[in-house]
């Protein structure tokens, strides 16, 4: 069982950062495949990017150059690091972690970018 709790979700202009936090607790967090996606209203949960447990990193084409996700394994936290924010990226966050055919979900938590 893994236990996933995000923080860093905020309200921010556009063109500004933020950074997403997600802490995992209750198994070995490195051998978890990490991931974050996002669902904005009346839309289906996307993928944003996501960390392996040998660092490879794949991001979706619409954040790609703009955010970076990492993976702290001593902390058994990752990260998503959101720069050049824009309108469309509004939407509540999730972190993910899977192993295997097993998978586990955040809260979530809120990002808005409005001027």
């Known amino acids: 069982q893994v236990q996933l709790v995000e923080s860093g979700g905020g309200s921010v202009q556009p063109g500004g950062s933020l950074r997403l936090s997600c802490a995992a607790s209750?198994?070995?967090?490195?051998?978890?495949?990490m991931g974050w996606y996002r669902q904005a209203p009346g839309k289906q949960r996307e993928l944003v990017a996501v960390?392996?447990?040998?660092?490879?990193?794949n991001y979706s084409d619409s954040v790609k150059g703009r955010f970076a996700i990492s993976r702290d394994n001593a902390k058994n936290t990752v990260y998503l690091q959101m720069n050049s924010l824009k309108l469309e990226d509004t939407a509540v966050y999730y972190c993910n972690a899977y192993r295997g055919i097993t998978g586990y979900w955040g809260q979530g938590t809120q990002v808005t970018v409005s001027s």
């Open positions: 960390i392996t447990t040998g660092g490879r990193i």
């Open positions: 209750g198994s070995i967090f490195s051998s978890y495949v």
